[in-house]
């Protein structure tokens, strides 16, 4: 125990406390059992430590612990938490919950058991509660924690104090909020940075290497996380990999699933399946336009990856322009948002805003619904009517 007690004091001396995280101050106060689910290198462990330090006490009653470590491959977490309550513990934070082979009955047990002890876990973005024997659903809460978004990026890489907008007010004030904001920083300058190393985190420790660790995070995803949270074989494995790598020189992608299925040697039914299990490791988007009777096994109606970064990273092409913006407006919008794709326009918000993606010279023709429908343009520092600047959308969170 002591053990745990020293590695946790020499991660709390470490811990980077500049910048924090909006989900840090919107975990709940009465739960017992919070679980944060999040991609490789969205910056989980670090929010688990800062909750530790700005949230709680800092004395023996609070103990985080990491479930790579391999003390772990021979101590039990049920003995472990006895152990922890015995001495006076009353909060456990878990990093890598889905390291446990069995995680969803052992924090079935430890909740059962301790009724006095409050416990946080991360876990990859693939952990599915509802598919896992013991039923978590119903005594804990999950958070997502995505990536920086252009609003935390400027706070963080360039000083800036920016708080998040909630979208009506942008769309209704966009041109004096850019031009205000365009009288302190270069929004175009910082934006083409976000668009190719700004959605992780990770890219404050070094830039240089950036794109080939989020390479490496997306294979690791891929063959670690997915094949055991879905227990799938090696084979459908090297399939994930040719369609990650199809899918990264081809986004957005509208898919026909049957000549992809040919083109990759498998069936209908495994692509999709596939499209699911990437979009679960946070590799894709799958967007579908109609909001209802979505099932399964139903085919995306277009597919991107999630995030301007990953296209940098995974496609040994120049990354087109036009696909660059579409798929930051929805790594922007999609958390805090529905979006589905639209009819007459690129996409359909809250079932309420009609937006068309497109360049500074894009005309409204595909517009149907005069009073919420907007252009949402490229390279344009401040506009105006219903012409909005794609940057100012990075702000909603």
Do not use: C
Not at 188 to 214: D, I, M, R, W
Request: aromatic content about 10%.
């Amino acid at each position: 125990m002591e053990r745990q007690y020293e590695y946790f004091r020499q991660r709390m001396r470490r811990l980077p406390l500049k910048h924090t995280r909006p989900l840090l101050n919107a975990l709940p106060e009465g739960e017992r059992l919070i679980g944060i689910k999040g991609a490789r290198g969205s910056g989980k462990t670090t929010l688990l430590l800062q909750y530790a330090h700005l949230m709680l006490p800092h004395n023996e009653q609070v103990l985080y612990i990491t479930l790579d470590d391999p003390y772990f491959q021979q101590q039990s977490l049920e003995e472990f938490t006895r152990l922890f309550v015995q001495g006076g513990g009353t909060v456990l934070l878990i990093d890598e919950v889905h390291r446990l082979p069995d995680w969803g009955r052992s924090l079935k047990f430890i909740y059962d058991q301790y009724p006095e002890l409050k416990v946080l876990f991360t876990a990859s973005s693939v952990l599915q509660i509802t598919e896992r024997e013991a039923d978590l659903g119903r005594r804990g809460i999950f958070r997502e924690l995505p990536g920086l978004s252009f609003r935390e990026y400027l706070n963080w890489q360039h000083g800036q104090n920016i708080s998040s907008l909630d979208l009506p007010t942008l769309l209704q004030k966009h041109s004096e909020l850019a031009a205000d904001l365009s009288s302190q920083f270069k929004p175009l300058v910082h934006f083409k940075s976000y668009l190719e190393q700004g959605y992780y985190p990770f890219q404050l420790e070094n830039p240089a290497t950036y794109l080939e660790k989020l390479r490496e995070n997306v294979r690791i995803t891929i063959e670690s996380d997915i094949r055991s949270y879905m227990t799938i074989s090696a084979d459908t494995i090297n399939l994930l990999l040719k369609l990650t790598a199809i899918l990264a020189d081809s986004v957005p992608f509208t898919p026909n699933i049957s000549k992809l299925a040919e083109r990759m040697g498998t069936t209908r039914n495994t692509v999709i399946s596939l499209l699911e299990y990437l979009e679960k490791g946070r590799i894709v988007h799958r967007l579908f336009r109609s909001g209802h009777g979505i099932g399964r096994m139903q085919k995306p109606d277009k597919i991107y990856l999630d995030n301007p970064n990953l296209m940098h990273a995974l496609s040994w092409k120049q990354a087109n322009v036009g696909a660059l913006r579409e798929t930051f407006v929805v790594s922007q919008l999609r958390p805090v948002h529905e979006l589905r794709l639209g009819h007459a326009a690129d996409f359909i918000i809250d079932q309420q805003f009609e937006m068309e993606i497109g360049g500074k010279d894009k005309k409204p023709g595909q517009l149907s619904q005069p009073e919420h429908s907007y252009l949402i343009v490229d390279q344009t520092e401040i506009g105006h009517g219903k012409k909005i600047p794609v940057w100012l959308l990075g702000l909603v969170r």
